[in-house]
């Protein structure tokens, strides 16, 4: 299995990711109204900054999430699917930055709103 080091290899990641998410019955509500054809790009540049360094990403993240109203088990079943999906498709280090980048940003998101 390949490790995750093009933005093609991000994009592909949170598609198949949101293809979870909007089946999920736990937290499919909260993508339902979404524009996922600007959406699911932005999530990946946010990503591909993260994990390689490429610029692009411009958004305000908690600013986004603050009036989601979420909980913690929303934010529970949001990484279980994350990390599922992660091992499902890719291993190495980048894959475990992007585990445990999205376990420290849901910690601080679920501390801050
Ligand atoms: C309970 C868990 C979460 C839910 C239900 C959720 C849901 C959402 C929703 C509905 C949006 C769109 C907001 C809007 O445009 O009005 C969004 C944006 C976004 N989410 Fe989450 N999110 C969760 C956790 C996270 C976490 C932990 C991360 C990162 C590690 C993340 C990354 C992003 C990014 C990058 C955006 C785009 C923000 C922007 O507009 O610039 N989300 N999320």
Redesign the pocket.
């Known amino acids: 299995m390949k490790d995750i080091e093009t933005y093609d290899d991000c994009l592909f990641l949170i598609e198949k990711f949101y293809e979870q998410l909007l089946v999920d019955e736990r937290?499919s509500h909260?993508?339902t109204t979404?524009p996922l054809v600007e959406?699911i790009p932005?999530?990946a540049d946010?990503?591909a900054f993260i994990l390689i360094d490429k610029p692009g990403?411009?958004?305000?993240?908690m600013q986004?999430?603050a009036?989601?109203h979420?909980?913690g088990k929303?934010?529970d079943?949001?990484?279980k699917l994350?990390h599922e999906t992660i091992d499902k498709y890719f291993s190495g280090d980048k894959a475990k930055l992007a585990k445990e980048?999205?376990t420290l940003?849901?910690w601080t998101?679920r501390a801050k709103i």
Not at 57 to 61: A, E, Q, S
């Open positions: 937290i909260f993508f979404l959406h932005k999530v946010f990503w990403y411009t958004g305000n993240m986004a999430h009036k989601l979420l909980k929303d934010f079943q949001w990484l994350f980048r999205s940003i849901a998101m």
